[in-house]
């Protein structure tokens, strides 16, 4: 059974990156779109991103400054975030669908736990 466990997480400053990643273990990535999402506190969670298992990408958010990636030899979804927010400060997720990547969050089969992001102002 697919496990995603999300890392990279931690606190930065406003302006600052931050490069998160989302393992996968028990399956291999490489048939599945792997989505990103935000859990901001008092709001509902948002997509960010998404990657499809052939690495086409699509965009949940206008979020430009933000860049989706995989490395399927590592089993490695990469979200690569520049010019960090204080308002982004959240749970940051991934999540596993088989192949391409729906259009709702409410279509992906598996999600990890999430990686705290902080950006101080």
């Known amino acids: 059974q697919l496990q995603l466990v999300e890392s990279g997480g931690g606190l930065v400053q406003s302006g600052g990156s931050l490069r998160l990643s989302c393992a996968a273990s028990?399956?291999?990535?490489?048939?599945?779109?792997i989505g990103w999402f935000r859990q901001v506190p008092g709001k509902e969670r948002e997509g960010v991103s998404c990657?499809?298992?052939?690495?086409?990408t699509t965009n949940y958010a206008d979020l430009g400054r933000f860049i989706i990636s995989r490395d399927n030899a590592k089993d490695i979804v990469y979200l690569q975030m520049f010019s960090l927010k204080p308002e982004e400060t959240g749970v940051y997720h991934c999540?596993?669908?088989?192949?391409?990547?729906?259009?709702?969050?409410?279509?992906?089969?598996?999600w990890g736990r999430g990686t705290q992001v902080t950006v101080s102002s």
């Open positions: 028990g399956r291999t990535l490489d048939y599945y779109a």
């Open positions: 990657i499809s298992s052939s690495g086409g």
């Open positions: 999540a596993a669908r088989r192949t391409s990547c729906p259009a709702t969050q409410y279509d992906y089969d598996t």
